[in-house]
C-alpha cells in the first residue's frame, strides 16, 4: 500500500518560513511528478507548485518568488520552502504524487493534508 505522509505545517507570524515535507512510502516502481497543492475554506483546491523526476518546476503565480519546490529522489520526498509568507497562504496543504506502480499502471496519490496558518 502506497502512503504520502507530510510533515512541516504550523502556525507562522506572516513574513515568516515554514519548509514541508512530504514522503512516498510502500510498494511502487517509480515515483513520476510531485507537488502541493492547497485547499482554503470555502476555496477549491489549488496548485502551489509540482516538481517533475527530471527536476522541472512549475509554480502558480501567487506563490512564485516565494516558494521553492525540490525533491530527493533517493527518498521518494518532495519538499516546499515557502518564504515571506501572507495570511492569505492560510490552507491546507496537501501532497500529491504521481506514482508508477508496475510496468502498465499508474495511479495518482494524496496525503493526508497538513495546516498551515499564517497570523497577520
Known amino acids: 500500500q502506497v502512503q504520502l505522509v507530510e510533515s512541516g505545517g504550523g502556525l507562522v507570524q506572516a513574513g515568516g518560513s515554514l519548509r514541508l515535507s512530504c514522503a512516498a512510502s510502500g510498494s511502487f516502481f517509480s515515483v513520476n511528478s510531485m507537488g502541493w497543492y492547497r485547499q482554503a475554506p470555502g476555496k477549491q483546491r489549488e496548485l502551489v507548485a509540482v516538481i517533475t523526476n527530471d527536476g522541472t518546476t512549475n509554480y502558480a503565480d501567487s506563490v512564485k518568488g516565494r516558494v521553492t519546490i525540490s525533491r530527493d529522489n533517493a527518498k521518494n520526498t518532495v519538499y516546499l520552502q515557502m518564504n515571506s509568507l501572507k495570511p492569505e497562504d492560510t490552507s491546507v496543504y496537501y501532497c500529491?504524487?504521481?506514482?508508477?506502480?508496475?510496468?502498465?499502471?499508474?495511479?495518482?496519490?494524496w496525503g493526508q493534508g497538513t495546516q498551515v496558518t499564517v497570523s497577520s
Open positions: 500529491y504524487a504521481n506514482i508508477r506502480l508496475n510496468t502498465l499502471y499508474r495511479r495518482d496519490y
